[in-house]
């Protein structure tokens, strides 16, 4: 890591951009892989070389990769919500979004027509996601570290209502091969995917380069071509 701290000390010039980025990720859903793959790392990749810069990617679980860019130890982490964290710098354009679903039992007075029907509920999520900043209802919050333990919850009747990423839900569903016939469904919101900059003269000169490219490059026929050829929806 010695290379990232003298990285981080790159001394800034307005109209000389840093020749690489380090971003930390976790792995997500095949669009950020361990060898640097996938659409997320494809798309960031192609908006920096716009102005020669070099990724670097190291792969960490997702509570390290904030802690990185908190300590200053990376430039960026990959698919932070907007605002989620209140030390790093946010840019104007998100490069991805995902549905936030929430799962209930089939009971009689348990239906989501809306946000509004958290109020008062026993709401849980993924630890460390925030959730809380988005809903902006007044609910018993309670953090999981897994998908599992939340829907061992919800069988157990010890929380009402549990909220995440549609991709995470269907993953972990599929990959344990749930029984979800007495689970319901709905979606809650659209939420925008972002890169979170350290709050460094890096992380800023970072944040700016990639807005002034974004701007005009997420309606390219380049952008979006990055996108058809992974099998995901635009997002804009």
């Known amino acids: 890591m010695a290379g990232v701290a003298s990285s981080l000390a790159w001394p800034v010039a307005a109209d000389t951009p840093p020749a690489d980025i380090h971003l930390v990720s976790d792995t997500w859903h095949g669009l950020t892989r361990k060898d640097g793959t996938g659409l997320y790392f494809d798309l960031i990749r192609a908006v920096y070389a716009r102005r020669k810069i070099e990724l670097r990617i190291t792969i960490y679980p997702y509570a390290r990769t904030v802690q990185a860019v908190k300590d200053k130890r990376a430039d960026a982490w990959v698919a932070s919500f907007l605002h989620e964290k209140d030390f790093a710098l ?132 380049t952008f979006k071509a990055i996108y058809q050829r992974a099998g995901f929806d635009y997002p804009y």
Request: charged share 30%.
């Open 90 to 221: 946010y840019p104007r354009w998100h490069f991805d979004r995902n549905v936030q679903q929430a799962l209930f039992r089939k009971r009689p007075g348990y239906l989501f027509g809306g946000i509004a029907d958290l109020r008062d509920k026993r709401v849980a999520w993924l630890r460390d996601f925030g959730l809380d900043r988005y809903l902006k209802v007044p609910m018993k919050i309670v953090e999981v570290d897994t998908i599992q333990s939340a829907l061992q919850m919800l069988e157990a009747g010890r929380i009402d209502y549990f909220i995440g990423a549609q991709s995470d839900i269907a993953d972990d569903i599929n990959s344990r091969g749930v029984d979800m016939r007495d689970v319901e469904r709905a979606f809650v919101m659209h939420l925008g995917l972002y890169l979170a900059f350290a709050d460094t003269a890096r992380g800023e000169v970072l944040r700016r380069i990639w807005d002034e490219e974004m701007e005009t490059f997420h309606k390219s026929d």
